[in-house]
T-cell receptor, first 117, second 113 residues
Framework: ETGVTQTPRHLVMGMTNKKSLKCEQH?????MYWYKQSAKKPLELMFV???????ENNSVPSRFSPECPNSSHLFLHLHTLQPEDSALYLC????????????????FGSGTRLTVV | SQQGEEDPQALSIQEGENATMNCSYK?????LQWYRQNSGRGLVHLIL?????REKHSGRLRVTLDTSKKSSSLLITASRAADTASYFC?????????????FGGGTRLMVKP
């Protein structure tokens, strides 16, 4: 257990379903991230929350909707997904570093393996 | 192409041998980090090297950084079968928007017993 917990571990959903991925960290970090990992592609940064404010979304399709109610919890709401959205979704957290210092290491959860049918 | 690119994409060695993986990047960085991922699992942070550092050690890991060549290498000495995993470099392109890491495509390492 890394201190970052993701649920569920596996999810199969139809294209018309609505589901949510959950991430929880108990490390006292104040920045959280969603990454998408598809086969044969580098990890893609989807969303960043720093001090509970979203700071980057990298033009992710609107069928993905993040929510960060507090510094310990992060959600990714999914609706009307496409088969190409099938991937491993990884949540990570870190301590936010001051300007110019550079980030600290990330702690990742084990991921949610999403299959869209 | 992406900021960090690992080389080789795949590496197969015998237990006890050393494994070297390289990472090249394109723009200035604050730091560079290496991560390990076992199949289908999350990534585990291995080591962080700052832009003003040239070499860093952690157990059987040795990381070097050459900012003039925009490259880094990860050396695993005396490899074990348990080292079989994918290894990723990640560059910190700090901007005012936050601490964001950009990951490369990874090197798949197989260590044969």
């Amino acid at each position: 257990e890394t201190g970052v917990t993701q649920t569920p571990r596996h999810l199969v959903m139809g294209m018309t379903n609505k589901k949510s991925l959950k991430c929880e960290q108990h490390l006292g970090h104040n920045a959280m991230y969603w990454y998408k990992q598809s086969a044969k592609k580098p990890l893609e940064l989807m969303f960043v929350y720093s001090l509970e404010e979203r700071v980057e979304n990298n033009s992710v399709p609107s069928r993905f909707s993040p929510e960060c109610p507090n510094s310990s919890h992060l959600f990714l709401h999914l609706h009307t997904l496409q088969p190409e959205d099938s991937a491993l979704y990884l949540c990570a957290s870190s301590q936010f570093a001051p300007t110019g210092y550079g980030s600290y290491g990330y702690t990742f959860g084990s991921g949610t393996r999403l299959t869209v049918v | 192409s992406q900021q960090g690119e690992e080389d080789p994409q795949a590496l197969s060695i015998q237990e006890g041998e050393n494994a070297t993986m390289n990472c090249s990047y394109k723009t200035s960085i604050n730091n560079l980090q290496w991560y390990r991922q076992n199949s289908g699992r999350g990534l585990v942070h291995l080591i962080l090297i700052r832009s003003n550092e040239r070499e860093k050690h952690s157990g059987r890991l040795r990381v070097t950084l050459d900012t003039s060549k925009k490259s880094s290498s990860l050396l695993i000495t005396a490899s074990r079968a348990a080292d079989t995993a994918s290894y990723f470099c990640a560059t910190d392109l700090y901007n005012n928007a936050g601490n964001m890491l950009t990951f490369g495509g990874g090197t798949r390492l197989m260590v044969k017993p």
